[in-house]
């Protein structure tokens, strides 16, 4: 995978040195949103840890605010389809 964020050797603090970056994934934001990417990354100690960018900084990205970025994007396909339900 390649990124031109991140990049193998990267250390990242309090995560880590990355070793293998292995899924790439695009983040979506209500508003104006320009940390849109995200990362499952091998560290060097073999853990895989996920990180995002805040404010143009890489970070870790836990479990929670994940969850959360997931129920804002389901919020937003929920409205989508129902004005195509709408329209259609």
Same mark, same amino acid.
């Given at each position: 995978?390649?990124?031109n964020v991140?990049?193998?050797?990267?250390?990242?603090?309090?995560?880590?040195?990355?070793?293998?970056?292995?899924?790439?994934?695009?983040?979506?934001?209500?508003?104006?949103?320009?940390?849109? /990417? #995200?990362?499952?990354?091998? =560290?060097?100690?073999? @853990?895989?840890? %996920?990180? &995002?960018?805040?404010?143009?900084?890489?970070?870790?990205?836990?479990?929670?605010?994940?969850?959360?970025?997931?129920? /804002? #994007?389901?919020?937003s396909m =929920?409205?989508?389809? @129902?004005?195509? %339900?709408? &329209?259609?």
């Amino acid at each position: 995978m390649k990124s031109n964020v991140i990049e193998v050797g990267q250390v990242v603090p309090g995560v880590g040195e990355i070793r293998r970056i292995v899924q790439v994934v695009t983040v979506l934001h209500v508003g104006k949103g320009l940390d849109n /990417e #995200a990362w499952l990354v091998e =560290i060097e100690d073999g @853990q895989f840890a %996920a990180l &995002t960018t805040d404010n143009g900084c890489v970070v870790a990205w836990s479990i929670k605010d994940m969850q959360a970025k997931m129920m /804002e #994007a389901r919020e937003s396909m =929920i409205g989508i389809a @129902q004005l195509i %339900a709408m &329209t259609a």
